[in-house]
């Protein structure tokens, strides 16, 4: 017989017994997006003005990130976000990757990765992505940015 676990649809989990790492697992979106947004306008118009990208090269790599993303989430999503551990210690850094979002899908301070893990992230995913893409990177990271 198959178990299936409850979804709680109202409430949220505590995911540690410290109060400060407790709060840096949680952001409003509207947070996000007032840090992210203005980041993201800022580095399509430095592209197009101060790397001299076209608005047409600057709009396709953007449309490649989005294309990026949308295949990273899903690759990162069924392999690292559902990854089966048989350990303890894995399995509770799994559910507070990704695990309590099943079971409480409506907790909306958990929408999105909080403001700390999203610019580690973010920061790092840009390094990897300037040593592969040069300058092109900065045209197609911000659709990045927003996503996370």
Not at 9 to 26: A, H, P
Not at 127 to 142: C, D, E, H, R, S
């Amino acid at each position: 017989m198959m178990h299936i676990e409850k979804i709680e649809n109202s409430g949220q989990v505590r995911l540690f017994n410290s109060r400060y790492l407790e709060v840096l697992t949680k952001a409003h979106p509207l947070l996000l997006w007032s840090m992210y947004l203005p980041l993201i306008i800022y580095i399509l118009y430095y592209s197009n003005t101060s790397l001299d990208f076209s608005i047409l090269k600057v709009l396709l790599l953007f449309a490649g990130g989005v294309l990026f993303w949308t295949f990273f989430e899903y690759i990162a999503h069924g392999f690292i976000f559902h990854l089966a551990t048989k350990s303890e210690r894995g399995q509770k850094i799994v559910y507070i990757f990704h695990g309590n979002h099943h079971h409480y899908p409506r907790d909306k301070t958990r929408l999105f990765v909080p403001p700390l893990p999203s610019i580690l992230i973010s920061g790092t995913i840009f390094g990897l992505m300037y040593l592969l893409m040069q300058l092109n990177a900065f045209a197609f990271f911000p659709f990045l940015s927003l996503a996370t």
